[in-house]
């Protein structure tokens, strides 16, 4: 598991007083852009792409709050993998969001995807989801 925390802004809530959910995607991006930096998986260029986004909101949220964001893989692909994002507040520990995405490598020059090398998949492999 990968892990990061993020402190709420005041700019982040809307006129509910709660985070808006369009910044659960910012904290998502967050959470996998250092992701990729922990795991060495951006060399020289950037070359990913995200294929697919979605959260799921559980708890509002609201300013001066801190949010643990766990990172964990649920699968990997010849060239994609699904990164599973979940969100806790981090004073109650109580699941407040819960995002997946889809990470393709992609060749740009070529614009289509490129397949995982071995040492990706490696390093992929040890923030897999076990299921039990």
């Known amino acids: 598991m990968h892990e990061i925390e993020v402190n709420v802004r005041f700019c982040e809530t809307d006129l509910l007083g709660h985070v808006n959910n369009s910044n659960f995607f910012i904290y998502m991006e967050d959470a996998r852009i250092r992701f990729f930096q922990d795991l060495n998986l951006v060399e020289k260029d950037w070359n990913f792409i995200m294929a697919s986004a979605k959260c799921d909101f559980i ?74």
């Open 59 to 132: 708890k509002q949220v609201y300013y001066n709050q801190t949010l643990k964001i766990r990172n964990n893989v649920s699968k990997i692909g010849n060239s994609s993998f699904h990164l599973e994002q979940r969100m806790f507040e981090e004073q109650t520990g109580e699941l407040v969001a819960k995002g997946e995405s889809v990470i393709v490598q992609f060749d740009f020059e070529e614009q289509k995807s490129k397949p995982l090398t071995p040492e990706m998949k490696e390093n992929l492999q040890s923030y897999q989801l076990v299921v039990k």
